[in-house]
């Protein structure tokens, strides 16, 4: 082949072309982002609309079905699941793999405003995203310390949260547990009553007095001024001071009819670190941003920050997803190091020859680092997918080398040529059957880039992987393999050496054995044939009766414990709760810290949140400094939390790939609430039973305990 002639009558010219390949590589390599998983996207959109005050039934009529109907119509839908919850509506549109995300987003959006007129009177307009599984939460800031929450909370968010979310990866920071400062005037009704006043006086007054009017300009002859009219109240007590009317020439002030306090809002999450109440900042991250890198920067600035912050405030990291991440990286890069050197020292014990070894086994490097330069080309990151792609293909991107320079070796031995001959024509005689034995391996591996469904997706970067690595071996056979081998490949006259002697007793052995295994097989050519075919279908029982999932169980360190009360339960009731199951979880092994998170729902990709939802995460010693695994304290934890027969709880581990959500769900529909209820109940309770279910519930639950005013309107 022309190429290969090139490389091998100039040496330095080829020389060059594969250290500038190397050199890409490892600079692609600096550049390339670190992960658990590919970043995968699905096309699913999610509209939220709240109506404060609206029960589900009504959100369902007036919010929900409208929207329903609305992008019902779009084109590419897959399915629509809509939940209403009090005072807010959720709907999700799943839509085929194929469509792309931000198209039907944008779709999603056009279809949502055609119908916003007819939404009722003082619901918030619908915000529509992409469900991004990418954005995930990274880590958890958790400030506490010997403050009042309120400090507390203006620390985290004015200090900490302001800083961290300049930092280059973050998407998003969620405040949990903070308590803002408000100031509160407490109004008697008797005092109003008595005055003829209304309380939309009282408000009407302090929106008024409270004011800064912007004035315009003032001119003069050499100068321009701005006037402001300055009407904001500076001090709290000046509050007392607001004229609300004048009755009978008489001012009528606040003081007079209340008092003004200096207080905090009133609290709808909490959040408690190994018991002590503090405020969590929750860190998520863009979608498609190198995790890893995201959250070694932010470190590196919480610790800048370290000195901005007051004496007797703490803050502690936990939840942290690149600890998992690197680890997990880690041991696949090891495995990779280690197939490439056992690869390398099969070679030679096969070979018996140094110099023959070094010069297959530099395929090895050589095609992996250049590999690198098409995954970043492509997009792709270093995580356990590709990093699998590129130690299967360890074993592969050595055998073109080993054929072609096996070839030249012969040539070498039984017609005494030089290297340099040996070279032209042993590469020219197998240079298209190793561009050919490529092809084959990459018919194999290319189609997995095409599969379907959402394995496929996954899929792809393993396939793509290897197919670069295959057809960057095929590259470096062909042109420094051989260039090598006409350098320095040279045959010893004489004794064979201790070690030829050792890998021709191997060779000799493996091959009589082989040789009457062959002759046994072709004595019994029926046989044989029909115990291929009983291997071929024995596959399929042995098939049904392996484990399947979708990713294998790993011991991330982190679970949490959802926890759902029933419907109307109070934020100081789930205090109260939150605290008996941390000082139950406190006492099982390996257990480092716990943080619990009060009104944030239950840390799902997706769903609303409310006072009687919470979860409890729980970090656990590392993997090497105890002597259980995460599964064994999970299913403690489930029996822990048996004894609490009001509550739904699901025990799971958090972080790595999916974490935090069911790994099986049944969808029911039916235009009857209360039969739903009846049907899912059955079918859980039935669930119950199957060996190996757990965390069994359903996403039913009843309205909130309401008061109701029915008006008399004859009297009204």
Same mark, same amino acid.
């Given at each position: 082949?022309?190429?290969?002639?090139?490389?091998?009558?100039?040496?330095?010219?080829?020389?060059?072309?594969?250290?500038?390949?190397?050199?890409?590589g490892a600079a692609a390599y600096l550049r390339l982002g670190i992960d658990l998983m590919p970043n995968v996207e699905f096309p699913y959109v999610m509209v939220q609309t709240s109506l404060r005050g609206a029960g589900p039934e009504e959100i369902e009529s007036s919010v929900t079905k409208p929207l329903e109907e609305a992008v019902n119509t779009i084109s590419g839908i897959e399915d629509i699941n809509s939940t209403s919850f009090e005072g807010l509506s959720l709907v999700m549109i799943k839509f085929v793999l194929e469509k792309n995300g931000d198209i039907a987003a944008q779709e999603v959006r056009d279809k949502v405003n055609s119908v916003l007129a007819q939404l009722?009177?003082?619901?918030?307009? @619908?915000?529509?995203?992409?469900?991004?599984?990418?954005?995930?939460?990274?880590?958890?800031?958790?400030?506490?310390?010997?403050?009042?929450?309120?400090?507390?909370?203006? #620390?985290?968010?004015?200090?900490?949260?302001?800083?961290?979310?300049?930092?280059?990866?973050?998407?998003?920071?969620?405040?949990?547990?903070?308590?803002?400062?408000?100031?509160?005037?407490?109004?008697?009704?008797?005092?109003?009553?008595?005055?003829?006043?209304?309380?939309?006086?009282?408000?009407?007054?302090?929106?008024?007095?409270?004011?800064?009017?912007?004035?315009?300009?003032?001119?003069?002859?050499?100068?321009?001024?701005?006037?402001?009219?300055?009407?904001?109240?500076?001090?709290?007590?000046?509050?007392?001071?607001?004229?609300?009317?004048?009755?009978?020439?008489?001012?009528?002030?606040?003081?007079?009819?209340?008092?003004?306090?200096?207080?905090?809002?009133?609290?709808?999450?909490?959040?408690?670190?190994?018991?002590?109440?503090?405020?969590?900042?929750?860190?998520?991250?863009?979608?498609?941003?190198?995790?890893?890198?995201?959250?070694?920067?932010?470190?590196?600035?919480?610790?800048?920050?370290?000195?901005?912050?007051?004496?007797?405030?703490?803050?502690? #990291?936990?939840?942290?997803?690149?600890?998992?991440?690197?680890?997990?990286?880690?041991?696949?890069?090891?495995?990779?190091?280690?197939?490439?050197?056992?690869?390398?020292? &099969?070679?030679?014990?096969?070979?018996?020859?140094?110099?023959?070894?070094?010069?297959?086994?530099?395929?090895?490097?050589?095609?992996?680092?250049?590999?690198?330069?098409?995954?970043?080309?492509?997009?792709?990151?270093?995580?356990?997918?590709?990093?699998?792609?590129?130690?299967?293909?360890?074993?592969?991107?050595?055998?073109?080398?080993?054929?072609?320079? %096996?070839?030249?070796?012969?040539? &070498? %031995?039984?017609?005494?040529?030089?290297?340099?001959?040996?070279?032209?024509? =042993?590469?020219?005689?197998?240079?298209?059957?190793?561009? !050919? &034995?490529?092809?084959?391996?990459?018919?194999?591996?290319? @189609?997995?880039?095409?599969?379907?469904?959402?394995?496929?997706?996954?899929?792809?970067?393993? =396939?793509?992987?290897?197919?670069?690595?295959?057809?960057?071996?095929?590259?470096?056979?062909?042109?420094?393999?051989?260039?090598?081998?006409?350098?320095?490949?040279?045959?010893?006259?004489?004794?064979?050496?201790?070690?030829?002697?050792?890998?021709?007793?191997?060779?000799?052995?493996?091959?009589?054995?082989?040789?009457?295994?062959?002759?046994?097989?072709?004595?019994?050519?029926?046989?044989?044939?029909?115990?291929?075919?009983?291997?071929?279908?024995?596959?399929?029982?042995?098939?049904?009766?392996?484990?399947?999932?979708?990713?294998?169980?790993?011991?991330?360190?982190?679970?949490?414990?959802?926890?759902?009360?029933?419907?109307?339960?109070?934020?100081?009731?789930?205090?109260?709760?939150?605290?008996?199951?941390?000082?139950?979880?406190?006492?099982?092994?390996?257990?480092?810290? #716990?943080?619990?998170?009060?009104?944030?729902?239950?840390?799902?990709?997706?769903?609303?949140?409310?006072?009687?939802?919470?979860?409890?995460?729980?970090?656990?010693?590392?993997?090497?400094?105890?002597?259980?695994?995460?599964?064994?304290?999970?299913? !403690?934890?489930?029996?822990? &939390?048996?004894?609490?027969?009001?509550?739904?709880?699901?025990?799971?581990?958090?972080?790595?790939?999916?974490?935090?959500?069911?790994?099986?769900?049944?969808?029911?529909?039916?235009?009857?609430?209360?039969?739903?209820?009846?049907?899912?109940?059955?079918?859980?309770?039935?669930?119950?039973?199957?060996?190996?279910?757990?965390?069994?519930?359903?996403?039913?639950?009843?309205?909130?305990?309401?008061?109701?005013?029915?008006?008399?309107?004859?009297?009204?």
């Open positions: 082949m022309k190429i290969t002639e090139i490389s091998i009558n100039k040496p330095i010219f080829t020389t060059m072309m594969i250290t500038t390949l190397v050199v890409l009722p009177q003082g619901t918030n307009p @619908p915000v529509i995203g992409k469900l991004d599984i990418g954005a995930q939460a990274v880590l958890n800031v958790v400030v506490s310390g010997n403050r009042d929450l309120i400090d507390l909370t203006q #620390i985290a968010k004015k200090k900490i949260k302001e800083n961290i979310e300049t930092v280059s990866g973050v998407g998003a920071i969620d405040i949990v547990g903070g308590r803002e400062r408000e100031i509160h005037l407490v109004v008697n009704p008797l005092k109003l009553s008595a005055m003829n006043l209304s309380i939309r006086q009282v408000k009407d007054a302090i929106t008024q007095q409270n004011i800064e009017i912007p004035g315009g300009k003032v001119e003069q002859k050499e100068k321009e001024f701005v006037l402001r009219t300055l009407g904001r109240i500076a001090d709290v007590k000046d509050f007392n001071d607001i004229v609300i009317a004048t009755i009978n020439g008489a001012q009528v002030r606040v003081s007079d009819i209340g008092r003004v306090e200096d207080t905090g809002a009133r609290m709808t999450t909490a959040s408690y670190y190994n018991g002590k109440p503090s405020v969590t900042l929750v860190i998520k991250k863009q979608s498609g941003t190198n995790t890893v890198a995201v959250v070694k920067n932010i470190k590196e600035r919480i610790d800048e920050l370290q000195g901005t912050i007051p004496p007797g405030v703490e803050t502690t #990291i936990i939840g942290d997803q690149s600890l998992f991440i690197k680890d997990s990286v880690n041991t696949v890069t090891e495995h990779l190091v280690l197939g490439a050197v056992f690869a390398a020292l &099969m070679v030679l014990l096969f070979l018996g020859d140094f110099r023959s070894t070094i010069i297959s086994s530099l395929a090895i490097p050589t095609s992996l680092i250049g590999t690198l330069i098409f995954m970043q080309a492509a997009g792709f990151t270093i995580n356990t997918m590709t990093l699998l792609g590129l130690t299967i293909a360890v074993g592969i991107v050595v055998d073109d080398a080993i054929v072609m320079l %096996e070839n030249i070796y012969r040539h &070498m %031995e039984e017609h005494k040529m030089s290297p340099l001959k040996a070279a032209l024509d =042993g590469s020219r005689e197998i240079g298209f059957a190793v561009v !050919a &034995m490529s092809a084959a391996l990459l018919v194999i591996f290319i @189609p997995l880039a095409y599969m379907g469904g959402i394995i496929g997706r996954f899929l792809k970067s393993y =396939g793509l992987t290897i197919a670069f690595a295959v057809a960057i071996s095929v590259f470096v056979a062909l042109t420094l393999t051989p260039m090598l081998c006409s350098l320095f490949l040279k045959i010893k006259p004489g004794a064979k050496t201790r070690l030829e002697k050792f890998t021709d007793r191997i060779n000799e052995y493996l091959a009589d054995k082989y040789i009457l295994m062959l002759e046994w097989a072709l004595a019994r050519r029926k046989r044989m044939m029909v115990y291929g075919v009983l291997i071929m279908i024995s596959m399929v029982p042995l098939f049904m009766f392996l484990g399947k999932d979708f990713m294998p169980a790993d011991d991330t360190g982190l679970y949490q414990i959802n926890i759902t009360a029933p419907e109307g339960t109070s934020l100081g009731m789930m205090k109260q709760i939150f605290a008996q199951v941390e000082t139950e979880t406190r006492q099982l092994p390996h257990v480092k810290s #716990i943080l619990s998170s009060i009104g944030t729902g239950t840390g799902s990709h997706f769903g609303g949140s409310s006072a009687n939802e919470g979860y409890v995460l729980v970090e656990l010693d590392d993997l090497e400094d105890r002597d259980l695994p995460m599964q064994k304290l999970l299913l !403690a934890s489930r029996e822990m &939390m048996s004894k609490y027969k009001g509550l739904r709880v699901a025990v799971m581990p958090a972080g790595g790939f999916g974490g935090g959500d069911a790994e099986l769900m049944y969808n029911i529909s039916g235009p009857d609430l209360q039969k739903l209820n009846e049907y899912s109940s059955a079918i859980a309770a039935k669930l119950r039973t199957i060996k190996g279910a757990v965390d069994v519930d359903t996403s039913f639950s009843y309205a909130k305990p309401e008061y109701r005013v029915e008006i008399d309107r004859s009297r009204a």
